[in-house]
């Protein structure tokens, strides 16, 4: 239980983070593609460097999964939003949209889990 | 001898059972109840620092190798531990000094995602391994799932500088180095999956 609400603490951080270096980072009416490309390598960076600390607490593969999606993804997603200026406009309803947003993907990767755990070729059945 | 590899294994024998405490209770009982099934003479490839010979059953001789010697150094206490016999050596798993036909059992864990090339490793385990024997994996594979296997291979690069590849396709080199699959098992998501096969 405890590494269960480890890993949606460690989501909701990871979301958080990487609105809040794209917000950093993006600003309003910049270019669409630049402001996504550019969320999305600042979250790669976030997600490795808060993943690698992370992950002798709560394991590699159960830290480092979602938090790719949610660097990558998210800070696309983040970039978008902020170069448009499309809400979140104060700085804790981006970090908080941020930290739902690594919420719900460390919620779908545990669901897509389940779905492909056990047993995929059994030659003795 | 691969000595780009042995150099950065030596390196990462420094801080490799920094990151084991999660992944031995995450990922720890699904490794013993894979070694459970260990029989007879038994090969531990790439036994790394020694932190999954707690999961083996007692009783056996397990001959571990490893190429670096600094993961080896690490190993030998955790070996002294165990309630059976472990007997440490350096070697290359694609050169192995053994002789054909030798093991009953041969283990693997999250290797075949660092051997610079795994396909002539694995035809190694194939020779060293006796006709009715078995191979038992626990590996870490090239997901399936389309966005996850892109990031994968994204982070390869990075990855590989430091330690394992993210992005191989394990199951097929398994394959295509002569060995049929007994039994696949995804254990997190289609990532890490324990692989069994014979001859």
Partial sequence: MLFVIGDYAAGALMGALTALAVRALVWPGMDMVIAMLLGMGVGMLVHVVVGLVLAPLLGMFETMTPAMVIGMYGGMLFGMRDSMSAGSAALPAALGVGALFGLLVVLAVKVYDRVLRGVVVDAED | ?199
């Fill in chain 2, 1 to 199: 001898m691969d000595l780009t590899t042995q150099r950065k294994w030596d390196a990462a024998s420094r801080s490799f059972d920094l990151l084991s405490f999660a992944d031995d209770h995450r990922l720890g009982p699904h490794k013993r109840r894979l070694f459970t099934k260990i029989r007879g003479a038994t090969l531990m490839v790439a036994a790394g620092t020694g932190n999954d010979f707690k999961f083996f059953p007692p009783g056996h001789r397990i001959l571990a190798i490893d190429i670096s010697p600094g993961m080896l150094e690490r190993a030998a206490s955790k070996a002294a531990r165990y309630e059976g016999e472990i007997e440490l050596r350096q070697m290359d798993v694609c050169a192995l000094d053994l002789p054909e036909e030798s093991f009953d059992t041969i283990v693997t864990v999250c290797t075949f995602c660092s051997v610079p090339k795994p396909i002539a490793g694995l035809r190694e385990l194939r020779r060293v391994l006796r006709r009715d024997g078995q191979l038992l994996m626990f590996e870490h594979v090239r997901s399936n799932i389309g966005p996850l296997g892109i990031f994968l291979d994204l982070m390869t690069p990075l990855a590989r500088r430091f330690g394992p590849d993210l992005n191989r396709e394990t199951v097929k080199n398994v394959q295509r180095a002569g060995f049929r699959i007994r039994r696949e098992e995804n254990v997190y998501l289609d990532v890490v999956k324990i692989i069994e096969a014979v001859r």
